[in-house]
């Protein structure tokens, strides 16, 4: 063995000591760490011919690489829709690494691995109160996610057709309709060879809203004279946290065709609460669902899991199938998560999840949920109170659409966003909404808490001033 491999091997135990050390100084901290930085490297770094050893290693990442971590876990990183990471989740991501599962089958190496995603897919299940008519399993996000669910539904339009695309091409247009799809779902209709301009933009409900506007949606549905179509919906989009009618759909799912795909990437969250479960009625009915765990559910980047009905499960090994013989038995008798996902070998991506799952239970995320829920609405409120500031959109759920009234003020709108994250003490994302320059708050994160909001709010005012004086 390598010498300093060997002295590795036998120093294990101060080389974890000293990881965790650095970790307990960047968690503990994390409400003083800048949430952006503008400190940079040289990235040529040379590759030394002799290695260093992990306790140096350890050492230069402390003084080099570590001041460039910003707090995105922290509780005022605002921006896009981003989670933290509980403790249990920590724990069950180290453990993941340590014990290095390859995740595929039951019966391979690893195997076990695949039960315990089973096991933790069954739990999700429990969580957001959905049947077990769902298969599922864990990809590294909601875009790879939205991929799955999508190419299932590929194969299913192709079959509807007496073609097989998986095998032969698309060899026939496919027709996909949505309102507001996410961006990803889009990138995902180019990796897919259907073509990202290829759907047809279904009309959003007039006034203040971007979910489907049903009537609009059962005109176009009739103009395809029954055939087949794959509907994009959403529950929770970007800018607003719309979500669409799923009742609504459900009805039209019993009269036509067409595969139902809902992204609920954060919205479905919405599913743990008494108090807003009632967005996502009917979201049951769906073939598949994309769920993000690496946002409302806390748990490190990368995860997220598809959910498809088991009835699809033949289109699903068809599409992801490994094997130059295709798959002709119980597909669940020798299942193996290699013949129904994009990867090959992948790590223990669930454990993560069942660890958070058992720590915190259904109250711990109910909790997280409807505490972010109040935070988003006590920032709404604090914000527009003194008439500087108005919202774009009704907070429907955990995102705050705003931006500085007045149509005079709308070119200063992107360069008192840049002054307020350059502070460090806020990070929230521009967007473009109705036709006006805005500003996106998301509150998914388990920490944030009434004070941040008073930080921030402080933070707002003094930056207003230099912009706008
Ligand atoms: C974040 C998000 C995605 C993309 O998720 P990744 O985890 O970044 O791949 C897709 N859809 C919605 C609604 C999202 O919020």
Redesign the pocket.
């Known amino acids: 063995m390598n010498p300093v491999l060997h002295h590795d091997l036998n120093n294990f135990e101060s080389i974890l000591e000293k990881a965790k050390q650095q970790a307990i100084v960047f968690l503990n901290n994390l409400e003083n760490i800048p949430t952006s930085n503008k400190e940079t490297i040289d990235t040529n770094r040379e590759l030394n011919q002799s290695g260093l050893g992990s306790l140096a290693v350890l050492e230069e990442f402390h003084t080099r690489l570590a001041p460039l971590m910003v707090a995105s876990p922290g509780p005022r990183y605002w921006g896009?829709?981003t989670g933290g990471s509980t403790p249990a989740s920590i724990a069950g991501d180290w453990l993941a690494s340590v014990y290095d599962q390859n995740t595929q089958a039951v019966a391979a190496q690893g195997g076990n691995s695949a039960l315990i995603e089973f096991e933790t897919i069954n739990l999700l299940l429990q969580l957001l109160d959905l049947p077990k008519s769902f298969s599922g399993g864990f990809v590294?996000?909601?875009?790879?996610s939205?991929f799955t669910c999508l190419g299932v539904a590929r194969q299913w339009f192709g079959k509807q057709l007496g073609k097989d695309f998986a095998k032969n091409g698309i060899s026939e247009p496919i027709n996909i309709f949505s309102a507001t799809p996410?961006s990803?779902?889009i990138k995902t209709l180019s990796m897919l060879g259907i073509g990202s301009q290829n759907y047809t933009s279904i009309k959003a409900i007039e006034g203040n809203r971007e979910a489907i506007d049903i009537a609009d949606l059962e005109k176009n549905i009739k103009s395809l004279n029954e055939k087949p179509f794959i509907l994009i919906s959403?529950a929770?989009?970007?800018n607003t946290a719309d979500f669409d009618d799923f009742e609504a759909i459900s009805k039209l799912k019993e009269k036509y065709n067409f595969w139902w795909h809902i992204?609920a990437?954060?919205?479905g969250f919405a599913a743990v609460s008494d108090k807003y479960k009632h967005l996502v009625k009917g979201w049951e009915g769906a073939d598949s669902i994309?769920i993000?765990c690496?946002?409302w559910l806390n748990v490190p980047y990368e995860s997220?899991f598809y959910l498809v009905k088991v009835q699809h499960t033949a289109l699903q090994i068809e599409t992801f199938q490994n094997s130059n013989a295709p798959y002709l038995g119980n597909p669940l008798e020798n299942f193996n998560y290699l013949n129904v996902l994009p990867e090959n070998s992948r790590r223990l991506r669930a454990l993560p999840v069942w660890f958070s799952l058992l720590a915190y239970g259904k109250e711990g995320f109910r909790d997280i949920v409807e505490n972010n829920i109040a935070l988003a609405l006590h920032f709404g409120n604090a914000i527009i109170e003194d008439k500087i500031f108005e919202l774009l959109a009704p907070i429907r759920l955990n995102n705050v659409c705003f931006t500085v009234k007045g149509d005079h003020n709308q070119e200063k709108v992107s360069r008192f966003l840049t002054n307020l994250n350059d502070t460090g003490k806020v990070f929230m994302t521009p967007t473009f909404y109705q036709g006006r320059n805005g500003i996106r708050a998301s509150f998914v994160n388990w920490r944030t808490t009434e004070n941040d909001i008073r930080i921030v709010i402080a933070e707002m005012k003094e930056t207003l001033k230099a912009v706008y004086l």
Do not use: W, Y
């Open positions: 896009f829709v590294t996000g909601a875009t790879m939205n996410h990803s779902s959403s929770g989009t970007v992204d990437a954060f919205g994309t993000d690496h946002k997220a």
